[in-house]
């Protein structure tokens, strides 16, 4: 069964590099790559980072439906195309969705089962350094992610889990362990459960009235 994870969290605080790093250890995760209207930064590439698009061809897709969820950040559009969740739902695999708490938000009111997670910086501090330290944005793109992540961390609470990325290794293996138990939940296990239970049935106490 197929498990949709949304994954979200303000600029700068590490979710890109965390998620390269489950993602690169399990293959049973479907990775969707987001679409946009924005130009590439920095060492981004076409069909890795972002599916980059030009603006009509979005608007286009959006109204023939293609997309899970899409909305205008900046003057920019981003959306989630059904390809990867129809891909996730033939292949067997968990899809992880990278998007923000908006596109969240629309996500949960088409797959309300969906399971979301939030990584935090642990402080504002930490997260300028980080921002400044890529390198790839001016004063003022910095200090609007710093008011953008002010307001994103205060919807936290609508998602499931919280992880505080303070060091590389155990963030990624917190993210991963949240991955793993989602799978065995027992809701999530009845395809296998079932012919586990097949092997017992002579052993099973008949109920009454039960034809032998």
Known sequence: ??????????????????????????DRLLFSISYTTRAPRGVEIQGESYHYIPRREF????????????????????????FYYDRALA??????????????RQLRSKVPEAISIFILAPS????????????EDPDEVIER?????????????????????????????????VF????????????EIKPILATFAESFPKKAGQQP
């Open 59 to 82: 608007e286009e897709r959006a109204s023939r439906g293609e997309f899970l969820e899409w909305a205008e950040v900046f003057g920019n559009y981003y959306g989630t195309h059904r």
């Open 91 to 104: 292949t067997g695999r968990d899809l992880v969705l990278d998007i923000d708490v908006q596109g969240a």
């Open 1 to 26: 069964m197929t498990n949709v994870f949304i994954v979200s969290a303000p600029s700068g605080s590490g979710k890109s590099t965390l998620l390269r790093r489950v993602l690169a250890e399990d």
């Open 180 to 191: 793993r138990v989602q799978r065995l939940r027992r809701t999530r296990m009845e395809d």
């Open 124 to 135: 504002r501090e930490i997260l300028e350094q980080r921002l400044r330290s890529r390198s």
């Open 145 to 177: 992610r710093l008011r953008e992540a002010a307001e994103e961390i205060r919807n936290y609470h609508d998602y499931d889990y919280v992880v505080v990325n303070r060091e590389v290794d155990r963030s990624a293996a917190d993210l991963a362990a």
